[in-house]
């Protein structure tokens, strides 16, 4: 078996790196994308909150394989083909946003509201408190429970393959058609999985440890 999954590695690893690639875009893509939504969620603006919260609800009410298909068999009837690589971050994306933001929201929140009247005591645009006082406050305590839902963004692309994306569990597909040891190639897949996984886990504690103190 260990010579078999030896010979399996290469192209398991080209769908790891499918894999990751998806995984960064969607991170590089959706976390900016939660970030807008939580200042959505709390602004002054009744109006404006209540929309944000409704696209958050909305966008964590979707299942991620159903916003897959819809940008990937969906768009194309509104005459917007994208490829499969395309349609896994914007899908993912998406997602990635509509759970994150409220992250983003409790780490703003988290900001001491003493801190936060001084900003405006001082005549400084929200903008500018936004960006000397709420941010850096707020993304020490965000990091961590970012690094943790990286792993569900690595893990979610396996639904990639619903699309035909070339990622991890794609190629163990793949190697099972044509070798027929399903249960080897897909154990395999898991314990890559798992060991990438565990190993961001452990930082997230480490990274977490280090800003407690």
Excluded: C
């Excluded at 893509?29 to 939660?34: A, I, N």
């Excluded at 897959?68 to 005459?79: D, E, Q």
């Excluded at 929140?109 to 405006?120: I, K, M, Y």
């Amino acid at each position: 078996m260990i010579d078999q999954w030896i010979s399996w590695l290469p192209d398991l690893m080209a769908g790891l790196k499918i894999s990751l690639m998806v995984t960064g875009f969607s991170l590089l893509f959706g976390l900016p994308l939660g970030l807008v939504l939580a200042f959505g969620m709390i602004n002054r603006s009744k109006t404006l909150r209540y929309i944000t919260i409704g696209l958050v609800e909305l966008g964590r009410g979707i299942p991620l394989l159903v916003v897959l298909y819809l940008v990937y068999f969906g768009l194309p009837t509104a005459g917007v083909v994208l490829s499969s690589l395309a349609a896994a971050v914007v899908g993912i994306s998406l997602n990635t946003g509509a759970y994150t933001s409220e992250i983003f929201r409790a780490g703003l929140l988290s900001v001491p509201r003493g801190h936060v009247e001084a900003a405006q005591s001082l005549g400084l645009n929200w903008i500018d408190e936004a960006r000397y006082i709420v941010l850096p406050q707020a993304i020490r305590a965000v990091v961590p429970p970012l690094m943790s839902y990286s792993v569900i963004v690595f893990q979610a692309t396996s639904l990639g393959f619903a699309i035909a994306l070339s990622e991890l569990l794609n190629s163990a597909y793949q190697i099972g058609s044509v070798s027929f040891q399903f249960l080897s190639v897909f154990a395999l897949t898991g314990l890559i999985y798992a060991v990438l996984s565990i190993a961001v886990s452990r930082l997230v504690d480490t990274v977490h440890t280090r800003t407690s103190v």
